[in-house]
C-alpha cells in the first residue's frame, strides 16, 4: 500500500496565522489526493479534492498544492473554527490511505 | 439529497463476527464506489476497504492489514452496503463509517467495541 507520511502531527497557532501542513506519498500519485477537516465527534469534511480544488462553500482562506509525492494544505489566516484535526487521503492505488492527522490547536 | 446511514455497531467479544450496514438513500448504491473508513477511539482515520460500482465490475480491495478477515458486499434490493468483519481483534474497535468520497457522503458512524 501507498504510504502517507503526514507532519506535523500536532500545531500550535493562533487566530489570525498562516500554517501549513504535508503530505509526502512513498510513490507518485499524480494529484489524486484530498485533505479533510474533521471536528470532535463528527465524520471529516473534504475541504480539497484533486490536491488543490477548493470544495464549494470552503473559505478561500484554505488552499492545496502539490502533484506527484509532495502536498501541502495552507490555511492563509486562521480562524476560531479552523481549529480541528486535518487529514490527506489518497485514492491513486486500489488501497487508499490516509495520513496520520494534523491536530491544530489554538496557542 | 444523498444520504447513508450505519447501523449494527456494537459489543463483541474477541473472535467474533459482526456485520455492518450502510443504507443509502438519493442514490443507488451498487452505481456508486462505496467505502468504509474506520477511527479507533483517539486515533487517526483508517480506510478500511472500497467496493466499486457494478459498472466497473464490482470489485473490492482492502487494507492490507484487514484483507481476509472483512468483506465488503451491497444488496441491491435494500440499496444497502455491508462490511462483514470476522475474526474481531480488540485493536478493531472503532467508530465505522461508510462513506461515498466523491460525493463526500459520510453517515455518522456506527461505534464497534471488541472486548471481553
Known amino acids: 500500500d501507498i504510504q502517507m507520511t503526514q507532519s506535523p502531527s500536532s500545531l500550535s497557532a493562533s487566530v489570525g496565522d498562516r500554517v501549513t501542513i504535508t503530505c509526502r506519498a512513498s510513490?507518485?500519485?499524480?494529484?489524486?489526493l484530498g485533505w479533510y477537516q474533521q471536528k470532535p465527534g463528527k465524520a471529516p469534511k473534504r475541504l480539497i479534492s484533486?490536491?488543490?480544488t477548493l470544495q464549494s462553500g470552503v473559505p478561500s482562506r484554505f488552499s492545496g498544492s502539490g502533484s506527484g509525492t509532495e502536498f501541502t494544505l495552507t490555511i492563509s489566516s486562521l480562524q476560531p473554527e479552523d481549529f480541528a484535526t486535518y487529514y490527506c487521503l489518497q485514492h491513486n492505488s486500489d488501497a487508499y490511505t490516509f495520513g496520520q492527522g494534523t491536530k491544530l490547536e489554538i496557542k | 439529497e444523498v444520504q447513508v446511514v450505519e447501523s449494527g455497531g456494537g459489543l463483541v467479544k474477541p473472535g467474533g463476527s459482526l456485520r455492518l450496514s450502510c443504507e443509502a438513500s438519493g442514490f443507488t448504491v451498487s452505481d456508486a464506489w462505496m467505502n468504509w473508513v474506520r477511527q479507533a477511539p483517539g486515533k487517526g482515520m483508517e480506510w478500511v476497504g472500497r467496493i466499486k460500482s457494478k459498472v466497473d465490475g464490482g470489485t473490492t480491495d482492502y487494507a492490507a492489514p484487514l484483507k481476509g478477515r472483512f468483506t465488503i458486499s451491497t444488496d441491491d434490493s435494500k440499496n444497502t452496503l455491508y462490511l462483514q468483519m470476522n475474526s474481531l481483534k480488540i485493536e478493531d474497535t472503532a467508530v465505522y463509517y461508510c462513506?461515498?468520497?466523491?460525493?463526500?457522503?459520510w453517515g455518522q458512524g456506527t461505534l464497534v467495541t471488541v472486548s471481553s
Open positions: 462513506t461515498q468520497l466523491q460525493w463526500d457522503c
Open positions: 484533486a490536491a488543490s
Open positions: 510513490q507518485a500519485i499524480r494529484n489524486d
